[in-house]
C-alpha cells in the first residue's frame, strides 16, 4: 500500500471518528450550557497537562525508534507500560490524598481526574506506538467504537438529569477503556535476539520533544485561562469553542503529520523539498477552504449547533481563523523538522508565540477582553507559521 492511500485511509477514519468526539463536545456543552461548559473544558485541559508532561515526549521518540529498530518494539512497550503505572500511582496519591486537604472543588471528582489523566497518558504514549508500527487503521477502530458507545450513553440519559459529575466520571472511563484497549492491542511478542536500547538517549529525545510540546500547549492555551479570570462564564465558554473549532485545523493536519512521520523518519519518502511541497499541497487548500466555509456560514452554525448563548462565537471566530489557519499549515511543516530531528527550531518558534501571549494579555486582555485575546493569538500564530516556513527547505538539506 503506497502512502498516499495510507494517507486517505487515515484521514478519512480520523475525520469520521472526530465527528462523533465533535457530537459529543456539542451534547455536554448543551447539558451544561454556557456558563458552565467553559470551566469544564479548562479543567480538562489542566489535567490534560498533567498527562502531556509524564508523557515526556516517549510517544515522538517509541516513533523515532522503532521506526528505524522495528526488533525494539517488545522493549519498548514495556517501558511504555512502567511510566503509565507510576503516572497513575502518582495521580492517586494527588487526587485521593492531597486534593482534599486543598480548598479546590476538584476534589469531588477525585476518580474521574485518575481515570482521564490514566487515560489520557495511555493514549498518547500507546498512539504513538501503533502509529510507529504503521497501524492507523487499528487506532481509528478503538477511538471509533468507543466513542460511539460515549455518544449513545449521553444521548440515553433522560433529559435535566446529566449533570456535570455523571459526564465527568463518563469521560474519564472513555479515555482509561481506549488507553487500555491501544494497550492490548499493540502488545508485542519478545523477539529472539532484542535490539539494545540506550534508554537514556531514548528518555533524552523524548524530553526536548515534550518540553517543545509543552510550550506549544502553554502557547494555545494561555489566552483561556485570561479570558476566564477576567471575563463572564459565557464569554469563557464561547472563546474556548472558538478554540475547539479551531483545534480541527491542527487536528486535520496532525492526522498527516503523525502518518508521514514514521516515513519521513525513515527517509523512505520526500527525499526533496518538492517532493514534500507537493504532498501536503492539497491539505493546505482543504485548510483554507474550510476557513472560507466557516467565514460566510458561521455566524449561523454556531448559535444552532451550542445553542442561543453562542451567538459571540462568530464575533471572535473572525479574528481567530487566520491564525487558525496557519496553526493548521504550522503542523505540517513540523513534521519536516521532526523527522529531521531539528526539535530546536520548533521550540523556539513555540517560545516566540508563547511569550507573545503572555506578555499582550497580561497588559491587553484586563482593559480590553476577550478581542484583545482573539487579536493577540491570531497574531502569534501567523507569526510563528512565518518564522518556520522560512526555513523548512533547509530540512530537506536545500537552500
Same mark, same amino acid.
Given at each position: 500500500?503506497? $502512502?498516499?492511500?495510507?494517507?486517505?485511509?487515515?484521514?478519512?477514519?480520523?475525520?469520521?471518528?472526530?465527528?462523533?468526539? &465533535?457530537?459529543?463536545?456539542?451534547?455536554?456543552?448543551?447539558?451544561?450550557?454556557?456558563?458552565?461548559?467553559?470551566?469544564?473544558?479548562?479543567?480538562?485541559? +489542566?489535567?490534560?497537562?498533567?498527562?502531556?508532561? &509524564?508523557? !515526556?515526549?516517549?510517544?515522538?521518540?517509541?516513533?523515532?525508534?522503532?521506526?528505524?529498530?522495528?526488533?525494539? !518494539?517488545?522493549?519498548?512497550?514495556?517501558?511504555?507500560?512502567?511510566?503509565?503505572?507510576?503516572?497513575?500511582?502518582?495521580?492517586?496519591?494527588?487526587?485521593?490524598?492531597?486534593?482534599?486537604?486543598?480548598? @479546590?472543588?476538584?476534589?469531588?471528582?477525585?476518580?474521574?481526574?485518575?481515570?482521564?489523566?490514566?487515560?489520557?497518558?495511555? $493514549?498518547?504514549?500507546?498512539?504513538? &506506538?501503533?502509529?510507529?508500527?504503521?497501524?492507523?487503521?487499528?487506532?481509528?477502530?478503538?477511538?471509533?467504537?468507543?466513542?460511539?458507545?460515549?455518544?449513545?450513553?449521553?444521548?440515553?440519559?433522560?433529559?435535566?438529569?446529566?449533570?456535570?459529575?455523571?459526564?465527568?466520571?463518563?469521560?474519564?472511563?472513555?479515555?482509561?477503556?481506549?488507553?487500555?484497549?491501544?494497550?492490548? /492491542?499493540?502488545?508485542?511478542?519478545?523477539?529472539?535476539?532484542?535490539?539494545?536500547?540506550?534508554?537514556?538517549?531514548?528518555?533524552?529525545?523524548?524530553?526536548?520533544?515534550?518540553?517543545?510540546?509543552?510550550?506549544?500547549?502553554?502557547?494555545?492555551?494561555?489566552?483561556?485561562?485570561?479570558?476566564?479570570?477576567?471575563?463572564?462564564?459565557?464569554?469563557?465558554?464561547?472563546?474556548?469553542?472558538?478554540?475547539?473549532?479551531?483545534?480541527?485545523?491542527?487536528?486535520?493536519?496532525?492526522?498527516?503529520?503523525?502518518? +508521514?512521520?514514521?516515513?519521513?523518519?525513515?527517509?523512505?519518502?520526500?527525499?526533496?523539498?518538492?517532493?514534500?511541497?507537493?504532498?501536503?499541497?492539497?491539505?493546505?487548500?482543504?485548510?483554507?477552504?474550510?476557513?472560507?466555509?466557516?467565514?460566510?456560514?458561521?455566524? &449561523?452554525?454556531?448559535?444552532?449547533?451550542?445553542?442561543?448563548? /453562542?451567538?459571540?462565537?462568530?464575533?471572535?471566530?473572525?479574528?481567530?481563523?487566520?491564525?487558525?489557519?496557519? $496553526?493548521?499549515?504550522?503542523?505540517?511543516?513540523?513534521?519536516?523538522?521532526?523527522?529531521?530531528?531539528?526539535?530546536?527550531?520548533? /521550540?523556539?518558534?513555540?517560545?516566540?508565540?508563547?511569550?507573545?501571549?503572555?506578555?499582550?494579555?497580561? @497588559?491587553?486582555?484586563?482593559?480590553?477582553?476577550?478581542?484583545?485575546?482573539?487579536?493577540?493569538?491570531?497574531?502569534?500564530?501567523?507569526?510563528?507559521? +512565518?518564522?518556520?516556513?522560512?526555513?523548512?527547505?533547509?530540512?530537506?538539506?536545500?537552500?
Amino acid at each position: 500500500m503506497n $502512502l498516499s492511500q495510507i494517507l486517505k485511509q487515515n484521514i478519512a477514519g480520523k475525520l469520521l471518528n472526530h465527528g462523533i468526539v &465533535f457530537l459529543i463536545n456539542v451534547v455536554i456543552v448543551r447539558s451544561l450550557q454556557a456558563e458552565e461548559s467553559g470551566y469544564f473544558f479548562n479543567n480538562l485541559y +489542566l489535567i490534560n497537562l498533567l498527562a502531556f508532561l &509524564f508523557s !515526556a515526549g516517549l510517544d515522538y521518540s517509541a516513533i523515532s525508534w522503532i521506526s528505524r529498530e522495528p526488533l525494539s !518494539a517488545h522493549a519498548i512497550h514495556k517501558k511504555l507500560i512502567e511510566v503509565v503505572l507510576f503516572f497513575t500511582a502518582v495521580m492517586l496519591i494527588f487526587s485521593f490524598v492531597i486534593l482534599p486537604e486543598t480548598s @479546590f472543588k476538584l476534589y469531588r471528582y477525585s476518580t474521574a481526574i485518575v481515570l482521564f489523566s490514566s487515560g489520557n497518558l495511555m $493514549l498518547i504514549l500507546f498512539q504513538g &506506538f501503533l502509529s510507529a508500527q504503521k497501524k492507523f487503521n487499528l487506532q481509528n477502530i478503538i477511538l471509533g467504537i468507543s466513542n460511539l458507545c460515549f455518544l449513545v450513553y449521553l444521548l440515553s440519559i433522560p433529559k435535566g438529569e446529566i449533570s456535570i459529575f455523571i459526564i465527568s466520571i463518563g469521560y474519564g472511563l472513555l479515555y482509561f477503556i481506549q488507553g487500555l484497549s491501544m494497550i492490548t /492491542f499493540s502488545y508485542q511478542k519478545q523477539v529472539s535476539n532484542p535490539i539494545r536500547i540506550q534508554w537514556r538517549a531514548f528518555f533524552r529525545h523524548g524530553f526536548f520533544i515534550m518540553i517543545s510540546s509543552l510550550v506549544y500547549f502553554c502557547f494555545l492555551r494561555t489566552d483561556n485561562f485570561f479570558v476566564e479570570k477576567y471575563c463572564s462564564g459565557v464569554t469563557l465558554s464561547n472563546y474556548v469553542q472558538c478554540g475547539k473549532v479551531g483545534q480541527y485545523f491542527i487536528y486535520f493536519s496532525s492526522v498527516i503529520s503523525s502518518t +508521514l512521520l514514521p516515513f519521513l523518519s525513515s527517509e523512505k519518502i520526500t527525499s526533496s523539498y518538492q517532493e514534500w511541497k507537493q504532498l501536503i499541497k492539497p491539505y493546505f487548500i482543504l485548510i483554507i477552504t474550510g476557513a472560507m466555509l466557516l467565514i460566510l456560514t458561521g455566524k &449561523f452554525i454556531y448559535s444552532f449547533v451550542f445553542g442561543n448563548e /453562542f451567538i459571540e462565537m462568530s464575533n471572535y471566530m473572525i479574528i481567530l481563523l487566520p491564525g487558525f489557519v496557519c $496553526l493548521g499549515m504550522l503542523t505540517l511543516i513540523n513534521a519536516a523538522y521532526l523527522s529531521k530531528g531539528n526539535v530546536k527550531q520548533i /521550540f523556539k518558534g513555540d517560545l516566540i508565540g508563547f511569550s507573545i501571549v503572555l506578555v499582550a494579555d497580561t @497588559f491587553l486582555v484586563p482593559q480590553y477582553g476577550v478581542y484583545a485575546a482573539a487579536i493577540v493569538s491570531s497574531i502569534s500564530y501567523v507569526i510563528v507559521f +512565518l518564522y518556520l516556513w522560512k526555513d523548512v527547505r533547509k530540512q530537506f538539506n536545500e537552500s
